[in-house]
């Protein structure tokens, strides 16, 4: 059989328009099509293949327990998942932790839990969510409701209820919101979706003290910020702030479908048997790949190099702007970076995404303003040097059709 991008659009949900090309292997940051071109990838499949490609100790592990043990019920326990939940929690100070799939169902659960906490503890009138516009949460319909931006929920029939959304980042708005029938307020500690937007130290503050005084839970969705993509494991050690409930996925088991929910004993504790579950939560074989990563990335030698990498490609930004002033600033933290288009160029950031791929360079956008980089976290210097030639050719030519 003969496959090619036009099968796509024969067999597949239009929900996606993906690029011209068809993947054929992928190895570190290299990936390669069927008609033989190569690629530098600076989206890691969404910040998910957090080192890079078929890394081999992934391999080694996949090889290893698939000799033993694929998968299993959650009637019963098995190693491989308890030794990945004991590593998160030993290395977060949580006591108790679900496994789920992916992000969007790690959101789900752990809004779930908090309304499920409000309604055994206070009573059923306690339920509002307070998310912030722009996020994003996942796209069940519970998560992409709660998630910040309407054309990801419009046109599905009526919306679950008691979800407020305002401004990110805006402590008085919040003030004049949240209230005793709060129940829970979630946030992205950065925003990815949303143009990659760091939440306000002062901002959090005010949101833990009035989540406290209010009995709300706080939950960080860190579902694309964590595991070491924003230069520390979870993104909220960069912050004043500890949420009640943090949501995991994405790069946990560096390209193996998982997700997480870390809380603590009082919260997980109205979760009793028969009240949530997930059939593949906990594969052995996905949370074996997550026990290896969790290893690999939370170790310190490697999160400074992460922090070095990030620095560096923020001088080779600097650099191209001074040549080309595209750029108004870069956002975010670690690997997980956005370009901001300067006023001149706003709303195009998926033109300059499509000259990058032109020029054989892989990225993302975040919003329309904003091109968004999120590499392999151990990503050499050799191989940013050459995206960062790819990224020179590729401003040139969207300045050139777009001055």
Do not use: W
């Amino acid at each position: 059989m003969k496959i090619s991008r036009s099968t796509f659009d024969k067999v597949m949900f239009p929900c996606y328009n993906p690029m011209s090309m068809v993947i054929k292997k992928a190895h570190g940051v290299n990936v390669y099509d069927t008609e033989g071109n190569k690629y530098i990838d600076l989206t890691s499949g969404i910040a998910v293949n957090c080192l890079g490609h078929t890394p081999r100790g992934v391999q080694k592990v996949i090889k290893k327990v698939s000799s033993k043990l694929i998968h299993c019920s959650n009637i019963f326990c098995n190693e491989f998942t308890l030794t990945l939940a004991s590593k998160l929690v030993k290395l977060t100070g949580y006591e108790k932790v679900f496994f789920v799939n992916s992000g969007a169902e790690a959101n789900e659960a752990a809004l779930k839990l908090a309304r499920r906490v409000a309604y055994d503890v206070y009573g059923e009138d306690k339920n509002e969510i307070i998310s912030f516009d722009n996020s994003f949460h996942g796209r069940t319909f519970f998560s992409v409701t709660v998630g910040g931006q309407e054309s990801y929920s419009n046109g599905f029939g009526p919306k679950p209820a008691a979800i407020t959304h305002i401004p990110f980042n805006d402590t008085e708005t919040f003030k004049k919101t949240i209230s005793d029938k709060t129940c829970a307020v979630i946030l992205e500690p950065i925003q990815g979706e949303g143009g990659i937007l760091k939440a306000d130290d002062d901002f959090l503050k005010t949101v833990r003290e009035l989540c406290d005084k209010h009995n709300a839970a706080l939950i960080f969705d860190e579902v694309q910020t964590g595991v070491s993509r924003s230069g520390t494991f979870y993104a909220y050690e960069q912050t004043p702030v500890k949420p009640d409930i943090l949501t995991s996925a994405k790069g946990l088991a560096a390209g193996i479908p998982i997700g997480a929910v870390l809380t603590m004993d009082k919260f997980a504790s109205h979760f009793g048997p028969g009240s949530h579950g997930s059939t593949f939560g906990g594969n052995p074989l996905a949370c074996a790949v997550g026990s290896y990563v969790v290893d690999v990335v939370s170790d310190k030698k490697f999160l400074d190099k992460v922090n070095e990498t990030s620095l560096y490609i923020r001088q080779c930004i600097d650099k191209l702007n001074e040549k080309y002033h595209v750029f108004k600033g870069v956002r975010g933290e670690g690997l997980l970076l956005g370009l901001v288009l300067d006023d001149k160029f706003s709303g195009k950031s998926g033109v300059l995404q499509k000259k990058c791929f032109e020029q054989k360079l892989l990225t993302l956008v975040a919003h329309g303003d904003v091109l968004r980089l999120a590499p392999a976290l151990n990503i050499k210097k050799s191989a940013v040097n050459k995206a960062m030639l790819l990224l020179d050719k590729a401003i040139a030519k969207f300045i050139e059709e777009n001055a």
